[in-house]
């Protein structure tokens, strides 16, 4: 499977845990989220990666067909729930096309 097509949105983002919940439940949570979202019309990858245990970091790599699809992700409910919780800050943020988070 190719991934470099231009109309593609790619997003890089890197997580830092707020801390309010164990390292291993933020993990549960960050693999409900990605389960989820992976069948989602539109996105093409979401995988989220620990990149630091010890400073509780993680990555996360997405590819959404267009920025529409990327745009209905974040009016999901569960994913609208996850960003409520505030378990994770974003500490970096880069995409392929100008979005707003």
């Not at 309010?20 to 992976?38: N, W």
């Not at 539109?42 to 996360?60: A, D, K, T």
């Not at 994770?88 to 995409?95: A, G, K, V």
């Amino acid at each position: 499977m190719t991934y470099l097509k231009e109309d593609y949105l790619y997003c890089t983002a890197i997580l830092q845990s707020t801390k309010k919940v164990p390292y291993e439940q933020l993990i549960k949570k960050l693999e409900k989220l990605q389960e989820k979202t992976t069948t989602e019309k539109g996105c093409i990858l979401f995988e989220v990666v620990p990149l630091n245990r010890e400073l509780e970091r993680f990555g996360l790599w997405e590819i959404w067909k267009d920025t529409e699809s990327f745009y209905k992700h974040h009016e999901k409910e569960y994913t609208k729930e996850f960003f409520a919780e505030q378990l994770d800050t974003i500490e970096l943020f880069e995409s392929s096309k100008e979005v707003s988070l």
